[in-house]
């Protein structure tokens, strides 16, 4: 199923704001589901802005910003009507009202690597972040100590090869109410089941420059293709392993004769400066997802920040202006044909 548009740009996937409620329905597809939950929704004069809606591997996710200023029951109220309609329908129904808090929260994952979560801690206790680290939760309970350090709860879900619970995934999520959920270096493939309920709300981080080698490996897959240039990638996660909407890269030149320890030692710095950067520009809502691509909202004021997308704006100073191949004037009707 695609994008739908209520009251707002068709096609654009929504996004968490400070403005809206957003409502998320995840369960098995059914006939019926949307037409219940809109109804109920506009029982209570409230009005849906965007809507969004899939399938996946069965499971369905349908994900409203709705504004709520005019509605006639109290945000409890709502809450209450929507589970009790979501039992009767056998689907999850949550409720959230980002305006309730002055300070967005951010849900870490983890296995074993410490570069992204250090970084993340340390832009916290320097007050940039802009958030609050609430929870870290790993598959293995090697970073412990450092969520400790900063007198963060750690929650342990994998078992003894790193398997991770899902269910007891969602049940902290919803104990800390995330905003955000960022995956610093979290080696383990997210479900459907949690992917659908924090639709454009998960940061991943991943050492290529996507699309290109994509998965396990991505260092020696690089090494092995013999590239000149690797970088890294944030974006967001769908339920397409490492195809989600990219958000910010970084690139470095690959030494003669490197190693993927020599590699690592290049990208790791990146990878957190990178999933830094991402997690600003969604938290201070300067992106938005149009077609499965992100783009900046107001690309004038963009430009006076100190964002920065991909490679420095020097860069530009190094590439040739010409020859073009005569590119203002248009390709003529034959080789338009072509």
Not at 48 to 59: C, F, M, N
Not at 93 to 107: D, G, L, N
Not at 114 to 140: K, M, P, R, Y
Not at 300 to 310: H, S
Request: net charge negative; aromatic share 6%; glycine share 8%.
């Amino acid at each position: 199923m695609g994008s739908v548009g209520l009251g707002g740009t068709e096609g654009e996937t929504p996004t968490m704001t400070r403005e809206f409620t957003e409502i998320t329905v995840v369960g098995e597809d059914d006939t019926g589901l949307i037409a219940n939950i809109t109804t109920l929704l506009f029982e209570r004069s409230i009005n849906i802005e965007d809507l969004d809606q899939a399938v996946r591997e069965g499971t369905f996710r349908m994900t409203m910003r709705v504004d709520t200023t005019e509605m006639v029951c109290t945000r409890e109220k709502l809450r209450d009507d929507l589970q009790e309609l979501g039992e009767r329908l056998g689907v999850d129904v949550q409720a959230r009202f980002p305006a309730e808090r002055e300070t967005q929260q951010i849900a870490v994952l983890v296995t074993k690597e410490s570069h992204c979560l250090e970084a993340l801690f340390e832009s916290w206790d320097n007050g940039e972040l802009g958030a609050e680290i609430t929870v870290v939760i790993g598959n293995h309970s090697d970073l412990r100590p450092l969520a400790e350090r900063y007198d963060v709860p750690f929650h342990d879900i994998g078992d003894e090869k790193g398997t991770p619970d899902e269910d007891q995934l969602l049940d902290l999520l919803a104990e800390y109410d995330a905003d955000l959920m960022v995956l610093a270096r979290y080696m383990r493939i997210l479900s459907p089941d949690v992917v659908f309920r924090y639709e454009n709300q998960i940061i991943n981080v991943h050492p290529s420059l996507l699309p290109a080698f994509p998965g396990a490996e991505a260092y020696m897959q690089a090494l092995e293709e013999g590239v000149r240039i690797a970088g890294v990638t944030a974006h967001y996660v769908t339920t397409d392993l490492d195809q989600g909407p990219i958000i910010a890269q970084r690139v470095f030149n690959v030494p003669p004769d490197a190693d993927v320890d020599d590699l690592r030692r290049l990208g790791q710095p990146l990878e957190a400066e990178a999933l830094l950067e991402a997690i600003e520009l969604h938290l201070d809502d300067e992106i938005a997802v149009l077609r499965g691509r992100t783009r900046v909202r107001d690309p004038d004021d963009f430009e006076t920040n100190d964002k920065q997308l991909g490679a420095p704006a020097d860069l530009n100073d190094w590439v040739p202006d010409g020859p073009t191949d005569g590119l203002e004037k248009g390709p003529s009707e034959s080789e338009a044909d072509d």
